[in-house]
């Protein structure tokens, strides 16, 4: 069946710039989440969502990344005035209701801010 | 807050047998899962313990003792392929009651097999 799938795969933008990420997560999985990658490092949690709704925001590095959820399905990650150091591999996962259910990733969007 | 320790590199030659050992300190526990991720890869899930003890699936498994809060993924016969990162990972109670919760990852290990 089909997967995470995440769009576009690579960005590269000006800094400044605003960027969307999108994210469609596997039909029926109600909880999304979205996490940041720099090369060689682990995997920084940003936002969760549970249906629509984010009970953790915890790990937005500023308020300049804002995300939402719509219809239990597609996510955005939208990074307003992108900086240099916003520069990684942003990875989506999604899963299933129980508490022990993996998380199945997405592809990632490779973002670069010249 | 929630924290995982693991190490940053290990390497082994083809066939042999290595552990890659995580230890975390939560306030709450549900459970020690482990991802493997090739380089330029997505993360994809190997193995989760709730229960002490060893599980086993094919060449890897994965053990817990929660009253040590330590757990070990065991990967037999090294294969060139098994060369990746490996992030054990929990959950974070803090979000856990009445859905998932957050997956918070340790820094990840990674693995070089040699021939």
């Known amino acids: 069946g089909a997967g995470v799938s995440q769009s576009p795969s690579n960005k590269v933008t000006e800094k400044g710039k605003d960027v969307e990420l999108r994210c469609d997560p596997i039909s029926g999985h109600t909880a999304l989440y979205w996490y940041r990658q720099s090369l060689g490092q682990g995997l920084e949690f940003l936002i969760y969502f549970q249906g629509n709704s984010a009970p953790d925001k915890s790990g937005l590095p500023s308020d300049r990344f804002s995300a939402e959820r719509t219809g239990g399905s597609v996510s955005t990650l939208t990074i307003q005035r992108t900086q240099q150091e916003d520069s990684a591999v942003y990875l989506c996962?999604?899963?299933?209701?129980?508490?022990?259910?993996?998380?199945?990733f997405g592809n990632g969007t490779r973002l670069t801010v010249t | 807050g929630q924290s995982l320790e693991q190490p940053s590199e290990v390497t082994a030659v083809e066939g042999a047998i290595v552990q890659i050992n995580c230890t975390y300190q939560t306030s709450g526990f549900y459970g020690l899962s482990w991802y493997q991720q090739h380089d330029g890869g997505a993360p994809t899930f190997l193995s989760y313990?709730?229960?002490?003890g060893l599980e086993e699936t094919g060449r890897f498994s994965s053990f817990l003792s929660r009253s040590d809060s330590y757990g070990y993924l065991l990967l037999q016969e090294l294969q060139m392929k098994d060369s990746a990162s490996y992030f054990c990972a929990v959950r974070d109670p803090v979000n856990y009651g009445g859905s998932q919760g957050n997956l918070i990852f340790g820094k990840g290990t990674k693995l070089s097999v040699k021939p």
């Open positions: 313990n709730a229960l002490d």
């Open positions: 996962a999604s899963s299933g209701d129980r508490g022990n259910s993996p998380l199945h």
